[in-house]
Structures are given as C-alpha cells and as structure tokens.
C-alpha cells in the first residue's frame, strides 16, 4: 500500500479541499435544478457535471482504501438491492434497445450519489447542510413565483382540488409531469424544511425554517394529491417523535389503528356483502382508482414469474374501462419493485430499507439523522401510492428515496470510525501507560 509523500500531501489535501466544494455545489444543483434549469436533459448534465464527476475523482484519491467500500451490513444490503435490479435488466420484458447498459448507468449514478453524500458528510458537514439551506431558499423562490402566475396571474381557485399546480408556467422552469410529482417533491422539502427547523436554536434561522416549511406545505396542498399530503403530515409527526424516541413505536401503533380505523368509517366498509366486486370498489375509491392495476400487476407477476419478476422497465400494460385509462406503471413504489424484480427483489429492498430505518432509530441523536428519519417517513406513504422509478439517472425522487439512505449510511459509517478511534486511543494510551510503568521502577540490587 502506498502513500503520498510528505511533500505531496498538502497538494492532496488541497484538491480534496477543492473537489469537495465541488460537490457541495453540486448536491446544490441535484436539489435545486428542478426549479432554475431548462430541462430535465439539462438537469442531468449538470449534476455529471457538477455532483457525478468531482465525487468520481474525490474516490479516486481514496484508491488505496478499497477495502473500506462497504463497511456496513447496511450498505451491503443496499448494494445488493441496486445490483440485483441492474442484472434484472437481462430478462426484461421491455421491448427497448439498450435496457441492460441503461440500467448499469442508472445503478452507478444511485450509487456514485450515495458515496458522494457520505463524502460530504464525513469530510465537510456544514457544506452538506449549506447545500441543503440554499437549495430550499431557491426551491421556495420558484414555489412563491408558481404561485404568483398559477393562482393570481389567471383566475384560479383556492379550492381543495379546483386547481391542482404543477408547473410554475415560465417554459420549462419549475414543471413536473403531473401534480403528485411536484407534490411528493415539495413535500420532501416540507420535511427537509421542518427537520431543519427542529434542530435550531437561532431566532432568525427559525423564522425562514418556519416560512419554508409553510411555503412548501402550501404547494403540497395545492397540488391535490392526498398521498403525498397524507405523507408529509405522518413524516411531521415522524420528526416531531425524534425528540421522544421512546414515544415512536405506541404513536406508530396509534397511527397505523388511526388510518384503518378512518377508511373503515368512511367507507361504509360494515354495510357492504363480503364479494369481490364490492371489494374492488371499495378500494378503488380508497386509492384513487389505484387498486385496479395493483391488483393487476401483482396478480400478473405472481402468476407468471413470482421469483424474478418480468425484469427492470418492463412493458405494462392495463387498461381499466371504468375509468377509460391505460396504467402504464403501477402507480406504487413496491408494486414496481414486484413487478420488475420479483419477491427476490422486493426482499432485498425491504430488507435494505429495514436495515436504514433501524439504523437511523439508533443514531436519533445526530441532526442529518433527523432530517434522515422524516424523508424515510415520507418516502414510505410515497412508495405506497405513487413513484414509477426507483433505480434512476438524476431525479426528483432522489430527494426522498437516495439523500435520506445517504444521510443514514454515512452517519453509521461515522460511528464505526470514532469507535474504532476510540479503541485505537485506548490501546495506545494503555501500552504507554504499561511502558511507563515498567521504566519508572527503580533497578533493585542485592547487596553481595
């Protein structure tokens, strides 16, 4: 193994230094660009550019610790789950050229993203939570411009679901495709908001927190989507619960009683004939019509290919004539998984995700791990009713699906290092002490 010289070892630290400031802009404009760039094309550019490239060659001058790659059962896990989802490629169903290669690149970048977020927060913390603080004040920019030409620029109503924003109305700035998309990003924000604000002490600060949170949450509501709305009042409390740890698991059981307790009441669930049809209609109504291709996609992989599923971005297909529309993804984070990887692939995600979740329980005490903790809350309501990707190029899911397992990884991979420093210091520091011990008693010498 070798190391640089004594008089090369400024000149590292130095790039280092250089290429971490990089990065930081970077997890910037990973953040941020859905609000200032042209495109989604263009998006992507610039966090190669700007997040993909500086992380590669940050890695590089960490060559000689190859071994330190995966030094968590958590980051074992994830890798798996990545992996097994890139190779499901090769049995794929989808009738587009180039599915495997694709796939590869999108593994690396989800992975490449992940190293880069541990990179951050080892070497340079307050880069990472300065990239966070200016990407929300630029995101809650472009929210307050949407809101000024969506709600007051045409005759539009402040009604629950009248007018449902999505775009900010300027080109291609600030658009996403559909309403629960734009939903599911500011409401990572809310969070990312919230969890900031939960962790500060300045009055100042506090007051922009506020402000973002509610700038934020108000977007959530205006898109109309009640998945992501419904997630990001769980994730508050989620957050809310960290300052009480031992409260989480009865108000988890409160919660979970809560909602069933809920649809049961307003559904009418006790006046309707235990058949198949009702069922259907009942459930359709719960999940916005959703519970049709559920129902389809996962009947369809389990009869035909349980264990390996039909492969990643295979073709869908269900057409649903009650509504007259044709699902072309499933509408639910792990139904997609199902679908493409199989049970193998949803085991590997649900035991990966478990891993972080139990992880990020145990380490409450640290600020990303809070912030951590309420987007993994939130990301689980949004892969309940909507996310069509999940092994991805740059996205705006990332936000909540790949920061949050970064943040955990890297706040695990911290506590491992200062354990092992603290037992290497304790090791050195009782070898002095036994060496000094032995030379400090005097020589004793019989007399002859």
Known sequence: MSYP??????????????????????LFVQLSGNMWLPSGSSHAAQINLWFMLPCLLLLATYANRCTEVIKTKE????????????????????????????????GAYVMVYLAGITLLYLKRPKYLLHAIDIAMLVVAVGAIITFYIQLF??????????????????????????????????????ILAFGRLLNENNKAKVTILSLFTLIFFSYVFLTGSRGPLVGVVFAIIACLLTLRPKLILPACLISVTSIIALIVLTTDVSSLNLNSENFDSVMASVTSNRWFVWEKAIAKVLAEQPVIGFGADANMAF??????????????????????????GLFLYVLSMS????????????????????????????MLTDVHKVVTRPHEYWVFLWLPVGLVLAAKRETLQNKDQDLSRKVTTELEYSYEEKT??????QDS
């Open 5 to 26: 010289q004594a008089d090369q070892l400024p000149i590292l630290q130095r790039f280092r230094a250089i290429l971490l400031v990089w990065l930081s802009i970077g």
């Open 75 to 106: 980051e074992l896990f994830i890798v798996l789950f990545i992996l097994y989802f890139v190779i499901s490629a090769l049995w794929t169903t989808s009738d587009k050229s180039g599915v495997f290669n694709k796939y590869v690149r999108n």
């Open 153 to 190: 620029g045409v005759d539009a109503s402040f009604s629950y679901r009248e007018t449902r924003i999505h775009e900010m109305g300027i080109g291609e700035f600030g658009k996403f495709s559909t309403p629960i998309q734009s939903a599911n990003y500011f409401g990572a924000f809310t």
């Open 319 to 344: 057409y649903n004539p009650l509504i007259n529309f044709t699902y072309y993804h499933p509408h639910s984070g792990f139904v997609l998984i199902t679908y493409e990887t199989g049970l193998v």
């Open 355 to 382: 891993s972080v979740i139990v992880a990020s329980f145990k380490l409450l005490n640290v600020q990303h791990t809070k912030i951590a903790f309420g987007l993994l809350a939130f990301s689980f309501i949004a």
């Open 440 to 445: 400090s008693k005097p020589n004793v010498t």
